[in-house]
């Protein structure tokens, strides 16, 4: 299995609020990506990151900033969490960003 | 509009029934399909990548295939414990970058 870590896995937090989920990787892979998921819709790209501080926007990147300043971590943060951002949250890996993806176990993510 | 289609959306079979699942799609440039098994709970665990109309792979009770439109996962003589969500992934180059979209999965139930 991959070697990646994802944390917290539960989180409850209330609208207004800033969260941060963290993702750490052993694999030294270049490539580290944020997703959603959610119920009638496709993962869904947040942000990824091409290396330490290389990062760039995904499909539904309103509301979502994210920092890369280790390879083996990659943080994903809410700055004022909103309804409509709970949901399951996903880290992946890829070695050269063109090939299969390896995800964690997941990152479930409830605003109030 | 989807350019990922997965078919059907649910599925129940008995044990042994064997069936196929279907992930069409309209893009250009296919660099690679990825099929992914996810259970409840976990993240989305790698299966398989095809790279070329005609490609075929197999592991254990599980087979892929692809065509210029679509991919099919052919399950022989399913088990109970093959029930999960199954999705599927498309690689494409899309103007100046490499894009890669999810399709919405297809929920696999597998009865004794």
């Known amino acids: 299995d991959a070697g990646i870590t994802q944390s917290p896995r539960h989180k409850v937090t209330e609208t207004g609020t800033p969260v941060t989920l963290r993702c750490h990787q052993t694999?030294?892979?270049?490539?580290m990506y944020w997703y959603r998921q959610d119920p009638g819709h496709g993962l869904r790209l947040i942000h990824y990151?091409?290396?330490?501080?290389?990062?760039d926007k995904g499909e539904v990147s309103d509301g979502y900033s994210v920092s890369r300043s280790k390879t083996e971590d990659f943080l994903l943060t809410l700055e004022s969490a909103t309804s409509s951002q709970t949901s399951v949250y996903f880290c992946a890996i890829s070695a050269s960003g063109r090939e299969e993806l390896f995800f964690g176990e997941g990152s479930r993510l409830t605003v109030l | 509009e989807d350019q990922v289609t997965q078919s059907p959306e649910a599925l129940r079979l008995q044990e042994g029934e064997s069936s196929s699942l279907n992930c069409s799609y309209t893009?250009?440039?296919?660099?690679?399909l990825f099929w992914y098994r996810q259970d409840p709970g976990k993240g989305p665990e790698f299966l398989f990548t095809?790279?070329?109309a005609g490609e075929e792979k197999e592991k254990e009770r599980l087979k892929a295939t692809l065509t210029k439109k679509e991919s099919f996962l052919h399950i022989t003589a399913p088990k109970p414990e093959d029930s999960a969500t199954y999705l599927c992934a498309v690689f494409y180059s899309g103007g100046s970058n490499y894009k890669l979209t999810f399709g919405k999965g297809t929920l696999l139930t597998v009865n004794p």
């Open positions: 893009v250009s440039g296919l660099r690679g």
């Open positions: 095809l790279y070329s």
């Open positions: 990151s091409y290396g330490v501080k290389d990062t």
């Open positions: 694999e030294n892979h270049r490539y």
